[in-house]
């Protein structure tokens, strides 16, 4: 496939909203806006496909050595993250930049402390992961757990790492009420979870971190005819 990227997609620009720059401390790298969000959402990236654990239909990655776009072996659609890529050196760089830093951290609190130095108590929307996804357990409750205190930032994302996202919810029973989560279709966990309880928290319902009155987490039937090209893990029409 070749890869269809004009300008009008460039991710945003690399924002100064880090909260800490001045420390001399490392910070993630934050952007701003591109040609598909507002101006007033910032947004942080991860190089696509290498921390995207559960893509599968979408799976690309650009070869961290030629730069060099490669396409999963089951690829349906490609991850437009990955031509952005290929397309943008500084979008690139920064992405890779972003998860050297995110490795370093030996813990969840390590990772924490990282996200919440980089954002700046003025950033009301954040949209995390414009490319690449929760690529570890760790690295996604770190990013909750950031969530949780900094209440005054709404946080969103759409994943394909469905076992840490119900990882997390069978520890603390629902998501921080400030972080929306959108199942992403295309992901590889989808038949695991077919074959488990037969249902998972539906993410129209629970992304947001809400209970039923009873104190249990809603709860709706998996589609049950699924094709390969349709394979959608909790809600239709999450195509990133």
Same mark, same amino acid.
């Given at each position: 496939?070749?890869?269809?990227?004009?300008?009008?997609?460039?991710?945003?620009?690399?924002?100064?909203?880090?909260?800490?720059?001045?420390?001399?401390?490392?910070?993630?790298?934050?952007?701003?806006?591109?040609?598909?969000?507002?101006?007033?959402?910032?947004?942080?990236?991860?190089?696509?496909?290498?921390?995207?654990?559960?893509?599968?239909?979408?799976?690309?990655?650009?070869?961290?050595?030629?730069?060099?776009?490669?396409?999963?072996?089951?690829?349906?659609?490609?991850?437009?993250?990955?031509?952005?890529?290929?397309?943008?050196?500084?979008?690139?760089?920064?992405?890779?930049?972003?998860?050297?830093?995110?490795?370093?951290?030996?813990?969840?609190?390590?990772?924490?402390?990282?996200?919440?130095?980089?954002?700046?108590?003025?950033?009301?929307?954040?949209?995390?992961?414009?490319?690449?996804?929760?690529?570890?357990?760790?690295?996604?409750?770190?990013?909750?757990?950031?969530?949780?205190?900094?209440?005054?930032?709404?946080?969103?994302?759409?994943?394909? !790492?469905?076992?840490?996202?119900?990882?997390?919810?069978?520890?603390? %029973?629902? +998501? *921080? =009420?400030?972080?929306?989560?959108? /199942?992403?279709?295309?992901?590889?966990?989808?038949?695991?979870?077919?074959?488990?309880?037969?249902?998972?928290?539906? !993410?129209?319902?629970?992304?947001?971190?809400?209970?039923?009155?009873? %104190?249990? +987490? *809603? =709860?709706?039937?998996?589609?049950? /005819?699924?094709?390969?090209?349709?394979?959608?893990?909790?809600?239709?029409?999450?195509?990133?």
């Amino acid at each position: 496939m070749p890869v269809t990227t004009s300008k009008r997609h460039k991710a945003g620009k690399t924002s100064r909203a880090n909260s800490s720059a001045h420390s001399g401390l490392p910070c993630l790298k934050i952007g701003r806006g591109n040609a598909k969000l507002d101006k007033d959402v910032y947004t942080t990236s991860l190089p696509a496909g290498h921390t995207c654990p559960g893509a599968h239909l979408c799976k690309a990655r650009v070869n961290f050595a030629t730069n060099k776009l490669e396409d999963g072996p089951h690829q349906v659609f490609r991850c437009f993250a990955a031509g952005l890529e290929v397309a943008f050196k500084d979008f690139r760089n920064n992405n890779r930049y972003n998860l050297k830093l995110l490795s370093r951290c030996r813990t969840t609190a390590e990772m924490k402390s990282l996200i919440l130095r980089s954002l700046n108590p003025r950033i009301v929307k954040l949209r995390v992961h414009v490319s690449g996804d929760f690529f570890s357990q760790t690295h996604f409750d770190a990013w909750m757990e950031a969530a949780q205190q900094t209440p005054r930032t709404q946080f969103y994302a759409y994943t394909k !790492s469905f076992p840490f996202w119900l990882n997390w919810l069978k520890r603390h %029973g629902s +998501l *921080p =009420r400030n972080f929306t989560l959108t /199942a992403s279709e295309g992901s590889n966990h989808f038949q695991p979870l077919l074959q488990s309880k037969g249902e998972v928290p539906c !993410s129209r319902q629970s992304m947001s971190g809400q209970t039923s009155s009873s %104190g249990q +987490l *809603p =709860r709706t039937p998996l589609i049950k /005819a699924v094709t390969s090209t349709t394979a959608l893990a909790v809600s239709q029409n999450c195509r990133r």
